[in-house]
Structures are given as C-alpha cells and as structure tokens.
C-alpha cells in the first residue's frame, strides 16, 4: 500500500469536493430539481415544503477538535445547539427544531452527563428552538451530532452567492476574539496579557466566545427581511476560509471574477488583537482570518441601498469591513496603504 | 468518586428517560405546540409546515457497535442511509432527503472513502432520495451520524400509539434472519449449519440481512395510504423491544393497559430458526425478539377491516403474527399451547 493513499494526506477540503463531485453524478439521475434550492456545497440544505421552504443542516462536534478542555459539559451541549443553528442562521431561516445525537463514552460520570443535556435543552430553551429527537449511543469519544432544522416562509433565502461589485462586506460582531481566548486558555496567558496593557474586560470577553460562543439566529432573520443584503454565511471556520467558499459559490453560479477587499482598520479591535498577536508570536492574520470558530454573520449589501440599510438595521451591531471588487482574489488593504493577498488557510480537518 | 455513579452503570434506556424528562420540562416553557405533532420519544419528529408535516429523524452509527468487521465500506454507506430512513419510514413518510456527517480516521485508505461514499450515494439513489448536506470530520472511529427527512401531504402520519383491543399485529417480512446472519459470520458458522440441513439459501439471505439491510419505505407509504392501520413502528432494535415502545407510547397517551400476544407458529421460519438456535447454543427467542437490525415495519391493523387490508396488500410480502389484548403484558403463545412472557431484554448500548 502506498501511504500517500490514506485519507490524511488529502484534507478535509479536498475529500469534501470529492463527496460533492460524486454527489453531482449521481444526483442527476433521479432527483426532481425543482424542489432542490440549494446545492450540496451551500451552507443548509434548501427544500421547497408546500408554500414553505425547509431549511437544514448538520454538523458534528468531536471531543477532541471542537471542545477544549476547559469547557465544561453544560458548555459543550450548548455550544453544539449553537454550531448547528449558526448554520441555518446563515441562510436567515427561522428554526423550528433540533435533533441530538451522542455518542458518549461509558465512563463520562453522570452529573457530566446531566449537564451535557441542560446545556444541549437551556440553548434550545435560549434559541426557542424545541429538541425534537436524536440518538444516544456508546463511543469512543464524545460526539456530538446535531440537525437544525428552519423554515423561510419565502423563496428569498440569504445564500452564498448573490453578490455583485460594490457590494460593501460587513460582518454581525466581532471576529478572532474565539482566537484569542484559544490562546488565552491553552498556554494560560491571563496575567501576561494584563500585565501587558490588554484589559481584564477584552481578555474576559475572548474567553467567553471561545467557551460560550453564541448564533446570530435574529439578526440573521432580520437581515433576510431587509431585502438589501445580497448574501450571506455563517463564520465557522475563519473569515478567509468563508470569504473563499462564497467566491466560489458565486463562480460556480456566475462565471464572472468578483474578488473582495477588506480594509483592515475597519475591523473591529484591530489594533488590540495586533498587540497581542505580538505578545503570542503569532501572525495577527492567522488569528483574525484563520481561526475561525466566530458564529458571526458575514454578509454583502447592495450599496446602493446603504443609507436604507444603515436606518433599517440600527438597533444591530455590525461592522462594514471591506467591498466587493473585480479583483478575482482576497485582499486585505493594510493601515500602511500596501495590499496583502489573503490565501486559504483556515482550519481543516485531516492536515 | 462513587463507580457507579459512571453512565455505563445507567443503560441507554434509563439515559435516554432521563433526556425526555428532562427535555419535556424545558419545552413546556417556551414551545408552540400547535405545530409540534410529536414527541421525543416517537421514532422520528413531526412538525407542521404550512399545509404539509415533516417527519425527521437522527440516527448514529459507529463502528464498533454497528458495523460487523466483515462489512465493505461500501455496505457500511448503505446502511448508514438505509437506518436513518427506515425510521421515518417507521411513520410512513415519503423521503425528500438525507444529510450524513461523517467521522473518519485519518488512516483510513482513500478507496474504503471512496467505497463509503459510493454506498451512501447508491442507496440515495436506491431509495430515491437526495443527499442534501452533511458533514466531513476527523475522528478516532468511523462514525456514521445521518439525518432522514420525509414529508407527508396529510396528518394520517403512522404512530406508535393508536392501536385498540382486538387489532391484529403484522410484520412487513421475515424477522431474526439478521441475528442468525451475524452469528454465522462471527463464528463462521456456514460449513456446520450446511452438514445439519440448513439450506444454503436461507444462510445466503441470513448473511445478506445483516450486511445489506434495506428498509421498508415503499411499503410504509402505502400502509399509511390505506388508513386501516392503526400504528407502526420499524424494527430497529428487536421485535420486542418495539412491541414493549409502543405499548409505552399508548400508555403514556391512552391510560389504559393494552397487551400483545404473538403467536410463536406464524412467525416466519420459526423452525428453520429454532433449529438454528440449538446449533448454537442459544435460545431461539434472543434470535427472534431481541437482537433486532430486521429493519421490517411492525404495524397493528383493525380488525375489522382485515379483508379489505388483505386485498389491499396483497402485493406486499406481510406476515400477521398475533393481536392486540387486554393482558397488559408483552405473551408468546408458545406451539405446545403454552404462554411465555417476553421481557424487555433488545439491544441497549452501556449494559
């Protein structure tokens, strides 16, 4: 056997494309298309149910990459019910269910147990999404797989592609504090940071997104109402790996080059986030585009419509953070005037 | 740290009590449930979607419990699809599509991936049924998480309660034939049953039961069309665990005790079966009741339309095995006219 034959020297993107090419094959042969709105790349499933259109998705958290080891199980069960709305989120579909399914090793204690299952029903209970079934099971490692399942009442879902040149690009909140808190966490950097400047609030604040990050399900719904945003996506795996897949939904559906810039002063705590990129040795970038785990909306407005939007979306935070341009690749426009090319990097399974 | 307060002490059953209790503590609080037509524990969720319900349902494999070692990837894909729409099958719901969020070693060849999607997208196609999302992880064991969606245009939706005092109980096909297949596989039992006048195609289709499994979707959909049957469920985990859900799930809405006795000499091949299970050393009633993996439908028809039932399904293979009584007990009618009480003792993960 060749060793290069193993799944780990492909990565997850490469093995994911695989699935789609194939799906696409066999896809052809049977299915009534007209009831298919999404394609299998998208972030939900889209399905046209009667006069509604279903919405849903499925995501897995596995013990050893999602759940840091200083999380506790309440906050495990509810950072899986929020994982797996953020993705139906994306889509601006308001959620309507979830279904769990566990597989738990036998010697997890009980009272660990218990508080796996309040989590999981308090981030329905946050959500206002009910728990509508699942699986338990005996594993290995702690699995936890969940469905969210939404409904739009029109066909006017917020998908991937959809934007156009000159579009503005804004994100719903604040992104590389789940890195930071990472960070943070791991190599035990509290004091260092406060000694350093960095405040107890900023430092509290990025350990609560990575321990207890949150789904933008109602901004998301808002934003759909609007009208004036043209797509949209869920930050799971890091703004650069996001910003690419939606290029490439959009190159798939449009054939024309759109690329995007972002301004980097524009992004929110920049300035703070460089510091302690400094403090860390780690590139700054890597920790704002290549970490990922945010949950925060990233999404495209018509600009033209911009004045209307910002009245319509006051009462929400969000920061415009760069534009749509003909570029064909991923800018970062940097304090200093330079322009820095943002490559594919974000976090992937099996590299 | 008290050993007995570890989950494997608890059992799936007791584990997955305590999540409904839980979970129905939590969505009295805040759930609508007007469009809600389920419960956790029914075989799949039912919600109302404008004028049409959809019937959802999760279900984990994982390699160690689920997959005989003899199984192709491929096999292992199909039965992946084959059990996560075999229980909204178990409602007589039409399957619209299914997500599959895999969890796969890193070592894993990148043949057996590709046989494994190859699986899962053959009995996609085999059911007719598209694969619309999912997703890809690292993990230390394969683990096979799907989620089947299915709609149906009416409330008619096959329950596991709605059964009354005098229907008839029925099986869409042969059952045990799946414990048999493993126990020839896992302790390569063809030779020896051969020499005692085991017919090589009764142990070829044994064989095929465990590694190929396929469910019953058709069928379901058309005992749902004919409204004379009055509960279902699909046989997951042993005819007798599901004899003793439903009758739970009865109870727990109707209040009043209902029982089932089966007769032993209407099951299919019980003397092929019976003589199996003294080759091997085991109790025949373990093959038949509770090993489960038969993947039939397990439904109650009124008796009163039992000719009309006949006709109507006279394509369909079906066996009827016994009634619905009084006795508030789990009987076999034994073939020497005895009575043996069946114990709820299917396949349970942590015990």
């Known amino acids: ?16 494309e695989m699935i789609i090419e194939k799906s696409e094959r066999f896809q052809t042969k049977y299915f009534d298309k007209k009831s298919l709105k999404s394609h299998i790349g998208d972030d939900s499933g889209v399905i046209a149910i009667g006069n509604k ?7 897995m958290l ?6 840091l080891k200083e999380m506790t199980y309440y906050q495990r069960g509810f950072k899986a019910v929020t994982v797996n709305l953020s993705d139906i989120a994306g889509m601006g579909a308001h959620p309507i269910g979830i279904l769990i399914s566990l597989a738990i090793p036998k010697n997890l204690h009980i009272n660990e147990f218990n508080n796996l299952i309040d989590g999981i029903l308090e ?3 946050f959500y206002n999404t009910p728990l509508i079934g699942g699986d338990t099971n005996e594993g290995d490692e702690l699995i936890i797989s969940g469905t969210g399942i939404g409904t739009s009442d029109d066909e006017n879902i ?41 405040s107890s609030e900023f ?40 910003l690419h897949q939606i290029n490439n939904s959009s190159v798939k559906r449009r054939k024309d080059k759109l690329g995007f810039i972002i301004h980097e002063d524009k992004i929110p705590n920049i300035d703070i986030i460089k510091k ?3 403090l860390l040795n780690k590139d700054y970038i890597d920790l704002i585009f290549n970490f ?56 992937e399974h099996f590299k």
């Open 1 to 16: 056997m060749n060793k290069k034959d193993l799944i780990k020297y492909f990565g997850e993107r490469k093995l994911v």
């Open 53 to 59: 259109y279903l919405v849903i998705s499925s995501d």
């Open 62 to 67: 596995i013990e050893k990459h999602h759940f």
């Open 123 to 125: 981030a329905c209970s």
């Open 158 to 198: 917020l998908m991937q592609y959809g934007f156009k040149n000159k579009d503005l690009i804004a994100i719903s909140g604040e992104i590389g504090l789940s890195a930071v808190g990472f960070e943070i966490l791991n190599k035990c950097l509290e004091k260092r940071l406060i000694e350093n400047g960095i």
């Open 203 to 242: 430092i509290k604040k990025s350990i609560s997104k990575i321990l207890s990050p949150v789904a933008k399900v109602e901004e998301a719904i808002t934003l759909k109402k609007s009208k004036m945003v043209t797509s949209a996506t869920d930050i799971t795996d890091g703004l650069s790996t996001e």
């Open 276 to 278: 302690i990129a400094i």
């Open 292 to 347: 990922g785990e945010d949950f925060e909306l990233l999404f495209t407005i018509d600009s033209n419509k911009i004045n209307e939007f910002k009245e319509y979306f006051k009462d929400n935070k969000y920061y415009i953070i760069g534009e749509v341009n003909q570029s064909n690749k991923i800018q970062l426009l940097l304090t200093n005037g330079k322009i820095k090319k943002i490559n594919l990097k974000g976090y």
